[in-house]
């Protein structure tokens, strides 16, 4: 039984980069060997809804407000292509620690 | 084809982020393509959440706002005859001296994501976006592209 991560992708409208960042997010995660629940909202919404533990990973193209105790992660590389790599080394760190 | 001859501006030079943003509505509004809430819902969001991107060849920026300002899709295409500075998107403090301007219109999210899935694609095709960027006709070049 695959374990599943709950993933959430935060960008400034909550649908549009969020959900491209989501997708690529996502295929990372499912080749790692997990499953994946991706669910995208703006920043405000998730500073609000991140607290009710809901998410084990954040990955945003927009920066949210407050401090979390879960890993939240720049994901705007994952865009551009440029430090993709990064980005999904810091994926994995999250994941897998 | 997400680019059209009409919504191309060459060699534009505006000086700052502001005289670019109402060479950019001025446009749109003679093409009926936005509403009057078009301009203030742009700078509010961008100021809000920059849309520079530092690709591997040059800095473009996708400055964009909600659904509701928008008319008519299409994609805006400005080459700028000097860079303007654009914060990086996702940072606060990460500046991009942007050479190539899209101002994505979409009339919904789902169009939204399409053109920017499509934009994206072009962005990380590093030999084309420089072909685009030192090219003599900016349409000519961007109508090679062929999607992804």
Known sequence: ?97 | MIFSEKLIIDNASVQTKDELFNLAAKKLSELKMINNSYLPALQRREKSFPTGLQTKTIGVAIPHCDPINIKKDGILVVRLNKPIPFQQMGSSDTEVEVKIVFFICSTGAQQQLQNLRELIAMFQDDSFLKEVYQSKDLFDALSLWKGK
């Open chain 1, 1 to 97: 039984m695959k374990k599943t991560i709950n993933l959430l992708a935060v960008c400034g409208s909550g649908t549009v980069s969020s959900t491209m960042v989501a997708e690529k997010a996502q295929e990372y995660i499912e080749s790692l060997g997990f499953n994946v629940q991706a669910e995208e909202l703006n920043p405000q919404q998730a500073s609000e809804r991140i607290p009710s533990g809901d998410y084990d990973l954040v990955v945003f193209t927009s920066p949210i407000p407050g401090t979390y105790d879960i890993p939240i992660i720049n994901a705007t590389g994952l865009l551009t292509g440029i430090g993709e790599e990064d980005v999904f080394e810091k994926i994995k760190e999250a994941i897998t620690e």
